[in-house]
C-alpha cells in the first residue's frame, strides 16, 4: 500500500512491502516473514499483527520490548528500512494472515497504513500431548478491564503442580499456584481439582500498567528439582 502526504510544503510517498502474499511452513520449524518500507517512511512506529480487524493480535512491535518466539531479521536490503520478522517454533494455531503496519505515534497509536498482508499455512502437528502450550503470543488489555491467559497442561506429562510466573529466570514474580488465595485478582478459569482437568488458565481482573510483562505456564513435578516445563509465554501490554 502507498500513502501520500505533505509534512510541511514537501512531498512524501510511503510504501509498505510485503512481498509474499503465502508461505507454508512445517509444524515446529521457523518462519520469516519480510517486509520492508521506503526510506521516506514518516516518522511512526511498525509492528505486525495477525489477522486484521478488532480480532487482531499484537505479534511484534520494532520498541525494544521482548516477544516469545518473535525476533527482528537483520536489515538486507539497500536503501529500504527492513521490518522482516523470524517466528520459531510453529504450530497449527499460528496460521492465519500477518500483517506489517506503520502506526503513528500517539496514545492510542494510529495506523497509518498496513502492508497487503502473508497468509501463513502450517503443515503437518506438534507433538502437544507433552508440551505446556500457551495460545497466544501477545494480548493487550485496558486499564481497570479483565484479561485471560491461556494454559493447557496435558496430563501425560508428570504429576506435580502447575504455577503462572511473570518474568523468567531468578527475578521471576510467582502470580498465581492454584493452591490457596494469596492472590486476590487472579482465579483460575477451570476446575482444576476435576480429574483429567488440562486447563489451567488464569484471569487476571483490575488490570494496572504494573501487570504490563511476560507470562509463563510452569509445570512441575514431585520431587526435587521439580521444575519440569514452561511455557512460551505470552506478554501482555497495557494501555
Known sequence: MIL???PGNSFEEVKVDQPESSVSVNAGDEVTLPCSMSSLSPKGTVSWFKEDGPKRQLIYSFNGNHFPRVTQVQKTVPNQMDYSIRISDMSPKDAGTYFCVLLKKGNPAMELMSGPGTYVSVKGTTDQTSHVQQNEISRTVEMGKTITLSCTVPDTLPSGPVAW?????????LIFNFKDDRFPRVKATADTS?????????????VSLADA????CVKFKNGKPNEYQSGQGSQVFVT
Open 4 to 6: 501520500s502526504f505533505f
Open 165 to 173: 510466573f511473570k518474568g523468567s529466570g531468578p527475578n521471576r514474580k
Open 194 to 206: 476435576k480429574a483429567g482437568n488440562t486447563d489451567f488458565s488464569i484471569r487476571i481482573s483490575e
Open 213 to 216: 510483562g511476560t507470562y509463563y
